[in-house]
């Protein structure tokens, strides 16, 4: 039996839940901040904290947020939508149930495509609904399993949050880790979701393997099938890569059990990210165990004709398309112009001056090289745009070499935040005249009669000495493309 079930061929199912915070400026029932605190339990009231005759008022602002991932999705909104109470004991849950949207969510049957390994995959989305976040949970001394002792802070305990919950179409982790890459970015073109916000996506991913047989051609697999696949729910998943490592590691689990007969458990398992395993939590709850009831502090939502009225912006993809047919853009450069909206239209106003490819390459390359080079961000210099417009038009100009510009001004920019034009003067940078640089290549050439012996001998190093030398002599103030072309006409 047991060699029989080594020879099994396992498919991997997964379905995701991830629960998105919403950028808004209170709490989706109560007027609490949403900034972040230094201290805990400060950004509180009584309605957050689930106090006796504390009422929940709807943040329109939540809403208006959820109807535009809606349109991104291409979901449908409901002419009527409502909120429910789903009752389940958790510490970091003050009131013991947590308001949420049970069945008619905000936005149903959407899809997102993204790109899986060399193709672009649909993915359906299921239903996307609005709930309160929980509070979060501190353990000391250990994780949730070995911990000492866990202290609850409350201020997380409100905050808006979009749940996306797609259809079971994932056959691997790698797939996974690029819808989330794509949704995050669409989430951020939106302008609903900030990534840099502490536990702003977390993801409870859905995984059980079944007989790779019963997957289909177009890795269709049929319902009665998922039905008597016994899955696992693994939460606490925080990052890209985190989903990744913890799918990876649960789907072997799982066929490891499988292929040495035995039956896999359904259950709710914790990421242990610092030990890169999952930890069983507790068995896992059905549905029925929620005991949903409608929330009747809160009337039924009607905002179908938002869809209509409010607008979103253009999307990574169709701006990544524009990109290459207006600006004639390769598919890397539009790839990393497009990678967040700031990039984006950072890079337009600086090509609204100048040719495309010459705004491409000093965004793409040389500013955005070296603000991750410094931990920094687009967002970061967004003010300064008529400085790096600058920069680009002293190269424009051929006031200043790009090597120049690249090594010298556009580092002393970030790391000093002085204007361009301040430290070509002070650095003396202003290009050479074309009487000096001449001068500076009959010095080389008299000065190295080996490396033009070289030279003549066909050995291509010797011009790259030669040109070095003249730079040198230029104090790197001449162009590298003049000096190589100079040389060759004096030399032949």
């Not at 000492?148 to 919950?165: K, Q, S």
């Not at 991913?205 to 697999?221: P, Q, R, T, W």
């Not at 000065?447 to 104090?475: R, S, W």
Request: aromatic fraction near 6%; proline fraction near 4%; charged fraction near 35%.
């Amino acid at each position: 039996m047991a060699q029989r079930q080594e020879q099994l061929d396992l498919a991997v199912v997964i379905g995701l839940e991830v629960h998105v915070q919403l950028e808004t400026d209170t709490k989706i029932f109560c007027g609490c901040s949403t900034e972040p605190a230094d201290e805990p339990n400060t950004r509180t009231c009584p309605v957050c904290l689930g106090l006796p005759g504390a009422l929940p008022v709807l943040n329109e602002a939540a809403v208006e947020a959820a109807v535009k991932v809606g349109k991104a999705l291409d979901a449908s909104i409901p002419e009527e939508t409502r909120f429910h109470r789903k009752n389940y004991y958790y510490p970091d849950l003050p009131k013991n149930f947590q308001i949420t949207q049970y069945d008619d969510p905000i936005c149903q049957d959407g899809e997102l495509e993204c790109p899986v390994g060399g193709e672009r995959r649909t993915i359906r989305i299921r239903r996307a609904h609005l709930e309160e976040d929980p509070g979060s949970l501190k353990h000391k001394g250990g994780s949730i399993d070995t911990a000492e002792y866990t202290l609850v802070d409350y201020n997380r305990a409100g905050v808006p949050l979009l749940e996306i919950v797609t259809e079971p179409d994932f056959r691997g982790a790698e797939e996974v880790r690029a819808f989330l890459a794509k949704l995050e970015e669409v989430l951020e073109y939106l302008g609903v979701f900030d990534a840099s916000r502490d536990g702003s996506l977390r993801v409870d991913a859905n995984l059980s393997v079944v007989d790779g047989d019963d997957v289909g051609e177009d890795g269709s697999i049929a319902e009665d099938v998922l039905e008597d696949a016994n899955r696992t729910e693994v939460k606490n998943i925080s990052s890209h890569k985190g989903a990744e490592k913890a799918l990876s590691y649960e789907a072997t689990r799982q066929k490891n059990a499988v292929r040495r007969g035995r039956e896999v458990e359904q259950e709710t398992r914790h990421w242990d990210e610092s030990r890169g395993i999952t930890v069983s939590m507790r068995s896992k709850e059905a549905e029925k165990d929620y005991r949903y009831f409608g929330e009747a502090d809160l009337p039924p939502l009607r905002v179908a004709h938002w869809k209509d009225e409010i607008a979103i912006p253009e999307l990574p993809d169709a701006r990544r398309k524009r990109f290459h047919e207006q600006y004639g853009l390769g598919a890397e450069a539009a790839d990393k112009l497009t990678s967040t909206k700031q990039v984006a239209d950072f890079y337009e106003d600086v090509a609204e001056a100048f040719d495309p490819d010459l705004a491409a390459t000093w965004v793409a390359d040389e500013l955005l090289g070296e603000l991750n080079y410094r931990d920094m961000d687009v967002t970061d210099v967004e003010s300064r745009l008529d400085e790096v417009s600058r920069l680009v038009e002293l190269v424009a100009t051929d006031e200043i070499t790009a090597k120049n510009a690249r090594e010298t001004v556009l580092r002393t920019m970030l790391d000093e935040e002085t204007d361009p034009d301040t430290i070509v003067e002070e650095e003396g940078l202003g290009k050479t005249g074309g009487d000096e640089v001449a001068q500076a290549v009959d010095e080389a050439i008299e000065e190295n009669p080996d490396a033009v012996a070289d030279y003549h001998a066909g050995e291509g190093g010797a011009i790259n000495f030669l040109v070095g030398q003249v730079m040198q002599k230029t104090g790197g103030s001449a162009d590298p493309g003049d000096v190589n072309q100079l040389l060759r006409e004096e030399l032949s």
